[in-house]
């Protein structure tokens, strides 16, 4: 099964140059895999486009095999539960606790209180964030806040989990930590799309690279040509 498809997808933001170039690529359920590229390459685009921000100047993208041109008006918060998000700027509510952040999509999709709050312990529990329900999250170090942003794209199991340089603002073991909890939710059922371009860290991970250059997709890298 496809969780993702996106076929010959070219984007032009009005009076600019095309952002994405008939890109084309599949992402099977259970997959985890990077997108990197210079600044400007067109991956935030494309996120955009998984999220319903952006919509397609040509071609197709497909999620979990259906046509999301056909998404719209209300079916568009609908196919966003689907979809997790992570950026690089948690976009953490301040003057809420942790636990209520996390449970923020659990509320809008009208899950009920108590079993919500259940869900919320068990994914701040895996998070290691168990003891920091009850805390703001300016009372939490940075990487304490990333993990509650994941926390919060991943309560409500998405499909798919895309995240936009995740790891930005944190340092090389913070950013590896963040890296190993992604590498845990394909088992899960939620396949995983990280932009960055830490290379660095992209090489630790061996998994599958897509590289964009000037909006097109250049190059296709399996794990096992990581390796080498
Ligand atoms: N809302 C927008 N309006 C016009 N041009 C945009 C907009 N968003 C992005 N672009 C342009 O599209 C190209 C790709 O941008 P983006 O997808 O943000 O790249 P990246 O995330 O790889 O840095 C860039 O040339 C950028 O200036
Ligand atoms: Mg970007």
């Known amino acids: 099964m496809s969780v993702l498809r996106f076929d010959n997808v070219t984007k032009h933001y009005a009076g600019g140059h095309p952002a994405l170039v008939d890109v084309s690529f599949e992402v099977a359920a259970g997959e985890m895999l990077f997108v ?129 340089e995740p790891t930005g603002n944190l340092d090389p073991a913070l950013a590896a930590e963040i890296m190993t909890l992604f590498a845990e939710l394909p088992a899960r059922g939620t396949s995983v799309l990280v932009v960055s371009h830490d290379l660095a860290l992209l090489k630790q991970m061996r998994k599958r690279v897509l590289i964009l250059d000037h909006g097109r997709l250049v190059d296709d890298i399996s794990p096992q040509d990581l390796a080498e």
């Not at 071609?59 to 056909?70: D, H, I, S, W, Y």
């Open 36 to 164: 990197t590229g210079h600044s400007g390459a067109g991956k935030s685009t494309l996120l955009k486009l998984i999220h319903l921000s952006e919509r397609p100047t040509r071609g197709a993208v497909l999620f979990a095999e259906r046509n999301l041109l056909k998404v719209r008006g209300g079916k568009v918060a609908l196919h966003r539960r689907q979809v997790g998000a992570v950026y690089q700027d948690h976009r953490l509510l301040t003057d809420r606790s942790v636990g209520e952040n996390v449970a923020l999509p659990l509320i809008l999709r009208g899950d009920r209180r108590a079993d919500a709050d259940k869900r919320v312990r068990s994914v701040l529990e895996r998070m290691g964030l168990g003891h920091r329900e009850k805390a703001l999250p300016t009372q939490l170090s940075a990487g304490e806040q990333q993990r509650v942003g994941i926390a919060r794209a991943i309560v409500a199991e998405p499909r798919l989990l895309v995240a936009d």
